[in-house]
Structures are given as structure tokens and as C-alpha cells.
């Protein structure tokens, strides 16, 4: 069992950045993958970013590729996920999630545990 928090979440102007963070229960958490998805109103839940159990391979959608980035410190059981540029189409409610699967998991169906999700808003 994995318990995950996310936190980092709010109101922001577009252009500029949040920082999302998720902390993990439990000492297996090197063992698995990380991602993040987000859900905004009315539209189903997509991959945003994930990274490997080591952190040495990451993924992007290609919607944020170049602005945001995945990080994980396994010391702290922690994934982050900087949002730099952003815009009003990255509102939504973020998740983290975790995958026992090896690489860098795209399809939410890899993933078995989910945070409750954290709500970023971007202004216009």
C-alpha cells in the first residue's frame, strides 16, 4: 500500500510557475515509476509527465514538453513536477500516481495508487 500527498497547487497568472510536490508513504517507493496527470472540467484525466525509478529517464506530453519538469528524490520519497510558462489550459486538477512498471509509463491504466490531486489554476 502507498499512501501519496500532492501539494503546491493554486492560483496563478499565466507566464508563470508553480511547483508541485507529492510525497509518498512506504520504503518501497524507489521501486516504482512516478507520474503525474492532471484532469481539467468536463475532459478526462492525461498524462502530463513521468519519470523511472532511478529518475534517469523521463516523458512528457508533448502540450508541456519544454516548459515543465519531472523530478523525483527517492531519499525523501518525493516526485516534483516544476510548472514554468504556464497557461490557462494547464487548469486542472494534478495528480501523482505510482507504477510498479519499469521506464516511463504513459497510460494512466500502468499506474495502481493515486494521490487526491491538487488544484492549479492559471489566469488569463
Known amino acids: 500500500q502507498v499512501q501519496l500527498v500532492e501539494s503546491g497547487g493554486g492560483l496563478v497568472q499565466a507566464g508563470g510557475s508553480l511547483r508541485l510536490s507529492c510525497a509518498a508513504s512506504?520504503?518501497?517507493?524507489?521501486?516504482?515509476?512516478m507520474g503525474w496527470f492532471r484532469q481539467a472540467p468536463g475532459k478526462e484525466r492525461e498524462f502530463v509527465a513521468a519519470?523511472?525509478?532511478?529518475?534517469?529517464?523521463?516523458s512528457y506530453a508533448d502540450s508541456v514538453k519544454g516548459r515543465f519538469t519531472i523530478s523525483r528524490d527517492n531519499a525523501k520519497n518525493a516526485v516534483y513536477l516544476q510548472m514554468n510558462s504556464l497557461k490557462p489550459e494547464d487548469t486542472a486538477i494534478y495528480y501523482c500516481a505510482v507504477s510498479p512498471r519499469t521506464g516511463v509509463p504513459v497510460y494512466s491504466n500502468r499506474y495502481n495508487y493515486w494521490g487526491q490531486g491538487t488544484q492549479v489554476t492559471v489566469s488569463s
Open positions: 512506504g520504503r518501497t517507493f524507489r521501486t516504482y515509476a
Open positions: 519519470i523511472s525509478r532511478s529518475g534517469g529517464s523521463t
